[in-house]
């Protein structure tokens, strides 16, 4: 039987794990971290250490190398070290009641038997969890309380691991407990250290996998890794990386890594377009404008300005720790939201790519900025190249802004976790009807009005006044990078958005076998009269006119912009289109393949501003030529 059964039940003998592979453990560019760590171990008095870093930054790997150092007999140990043990103590593994045994008594033997082997180090990962575990009842107890006087009195030595701000949240609030512990700290590794430790790393993988790692590919994995996993830190991200890539090679038939593998798990992981990682993007910033404006149909100025904020910012021009931000403004339905996912699609390679919060549901103070932080931290933490579209930000509340202002004056967010989330490479969105009736009377000016020097900064001055009377403060419209003007749309642009619609809803037909036919050459050459404006219904003449006129007059209003077409088109297309297709189903008969729209009727005139007429249509069977 064995002398330590409580040992050998609830801790890992980490020398002996060291021992039988070596290769697989151990720090590198400790050095001078692990003098601090040998030095705290050799002290008479508070010889207990606690290493602290963030997570990934090597403070296991620092007392694997340790072991390393004791195994083999280090001069830089002094004889104090010499032959000594290292177990590490998993807490959670002590809360097993087994044998009748509670959490306070599996810990007590465990100390007993530490006691007992004065050659035995005891290691705690996650030290913080000592605090309060095992507690139970009013004794207050937990496994702290029950270390602590085995420390005190020198009669165990501890390693403890933890981050910086568990250590001050849970070890320091318990000040007997801190007092015991010798602090070590380990700050994240830069990118020219990581590499020293990836190159190591890297060689060991290769015996494993037999993919090669040159120079450029380990510089590939650095890069990426800075760049992108801005949440977790060097070394240990870089490593992930690495091995992740290696396999992604080995699983391509490759026998050498490249940026390319390397590029593709980025891409898999944190969906970043390959793009952007691979810095393919001539062709998609020279593009960019004439590809939104195809999709945002009449707001070329305010576009161009966009265009050319990412084109200065994608030279590496401007401040690049900040993300770029616009606030879009105007009436509603004018292409402000449609901005957002034009950017989406053509910027960054896919509509998913956009992030987007309807801001007033953060309009109650202290809750909304809890929920606002930890949904747009979570969704920018996985998306960090994205368009995040703030819609009717005037609707937020005043402290969702204040951390909005830190976002765009920072670039970065600390989640509820304690991670630094990376905000800095997204495209910020925002949208405000705020001021849109100063838009809309502007817009009834003439252009040499409105471009005169002194009528533009009366304009800028009471629209910045309307921006302030929604509390806007100052200092957050100052943060944004550009205010841009979206302009009420005019009668040809209303025409060819609504043409947009109607192409997209013919493409839809066409897959169950039918047509829309609307344009007025097409219509023309199938019905008699419609090129002359009357038509012979029933031995009389009714007037004739477009369908797209038809809609303007309907689902077109200024302070409304485009948003009333869907339902007008909805109404008087989308409906008798389906009518039709679902009673030719029930019956079982096709009348026609096509359905030919127009309007009946008197349109609106000077005296009949509300005119007196309706959408029709006829369905026929056509070949699809004679509609072309």
């Known amino acids: 039987m064995s002398d330590t059964p409580y040992l050998d039940r609830f801790t890992t003998n980490l020398s002996q794990l060291v021992r039988e592979h070596p290769d697989r453990y151990g720090a590198y560019g400790r050095d001078i971290e692990l003098g601090r760590l040998i030095r705290i171990l050799n002290q008479h008095k508070k010889n207990s250490a606690a290493i602290l870093g963030e997570a990934g930054v090597g403070k296991t790997a ?93 009669e165990i030595q501890v390693i403890g691991a933890t981050t910086n701000t568990e250590f001050r949240q849970y070890i320091e609030s318990d000040n007997a407990m801190e007092r015991r512990f010798d602090k070590v700290l380990l700050d994240e590794f830069t990118p020219v250290q990581t590499k020293a430790t990836l190159r190591h790393v890297a060689d060991g993988l290769t015996g494993l996998s037999h993919v090669a790692v040159p120079d450029a590919a380990l510089d590939a994995v650095i890069h990426f890794a800075d760049r992108y996993i801005t949440t977790h830190f060097f070394p240990e991200k870089a490593i992930t990386l690495l091995d992740n890539a290696m396999v992604e090679a080995k699983m391509n038939g490759k026998s050498e890594l490249s940026k390319d593998e390397v590029a593709a798990i980025i891409h898999e992981r944190y969906h970043v377009p390959m793009s952007v ?239 829309l036919i609307y344009q007025p050459e097409q219509v023309g050459k199938l019905i008699p009269g419609f090129t002359t404006g009357e038509e012979k219904v029933n031995d009389r003449l009714v007037k004739s006119s477009p369908l797209v006129d038809f809609l303007v007059d309907k689902g077109y209003r200024k302070s409304q912009g485009v948003r009333p077409l869907d339902d007008s088109i909805m109404e008087f297309v989308e409906a008798r289109l389906a009518d039709a297709i679902l009673a030719e189903r029930r019956s079982g008969k096709k009348n026609g393949d096509s359905f030919i729209f127009r309007a009946w009727g008197n349109p609106p005139d000077a005296t009949h501003p509300r005119g007196d007429w309706n959408a029709v249509v006829s369905q026929a069977f056509l070949e699809r030529t004679e509609a072309v």
């Open 62 to 154: 620092l007392v694997e190398e340790l072991v390393k150092r004791i195994n083999d007999s280090d001069d830089l140990l002094h004889n104090t070290l010499l032959d000594r043990e290292v177990v590490s103590l998993e807490l959670s593994a002590l809360m097993e009641a087994t044998d009748g045994g509670t959490f306070a008594s599996n810990l007590h033997h465990v100390i007993d038997e530490v006691k007992a082997n004065p050659h035995l180090l005891l290691f705690i990962d996650e030290m913080h969890e000592l605090i309060g575990t095992g507690a139970s009842g009013q004794s207050g107890m937990d496994a702290a309380n029950i270390l602590k006087p085995a420390i005190g009195r020198g």
């Open 277 to 515: 990682l691979t810095e393919k993007d001539d062709d998609r910033l020279f593009q960019l404008f004439d590809r939104m404006k195809r999709q945002v149909i009449g707001q070329d100025r305010a576009l161009s300005k966009i265009v050319d904020s990412i084109r200065v910012r994608s030279a590496g021009l401007g401040d690049m720790s900040k993300p770029l931000s616009f606030l879009l403004a105007g009436t509603p339905g004018v292409g402000k939201t449609e901005t957002a996912k034009a950017l989406a699609t053509n910027y960054f390679g896919d509509d998913r790519q956009l992030i987007r919060f309807d801001m007033s549901e953060f309009k109650f103070a202290k809750q909304s900025m809890a929920r606002f932080a930890e949904r747009v931290a979570e969704a920018v933490k996985f998306h960090p190249y994205s368009v995040l579209l703030l819609d009717e930000i005037e609707k937020a509340d005043p402290m969702v802004l204040d951390l909005l202002l830190q976002i765009l004056d920072d670039g970065r967010l600390t989640n509820e976790r304690g991670q630094t989330i990376n905000f800095k490479d997204l495209i910020v969105i925002m949208t405000t009807n705020i001021g849109h009736q100063l838009i809309i009377e502007r817009a009834a000016k003439s252009e040499a009005y409105r471009t005169e020097p002194n009528n533009l900064v009366t304009f800028e001055k009471n629209f910045e006044n309307a921006l302030l009377g929604a509390d806007l403060r100052q200092e957050f419209i100052s943060r944004i990078g550009a205010i841009i003007i979206y302009e009420p749309l005019e009668i040809p642009d209303v025409k060819r958005i609504i043409q947009l619609k109607l192409n997209h809803l013919d493409q839809q037909a066409a897959r169950q076998g039918y047509h």
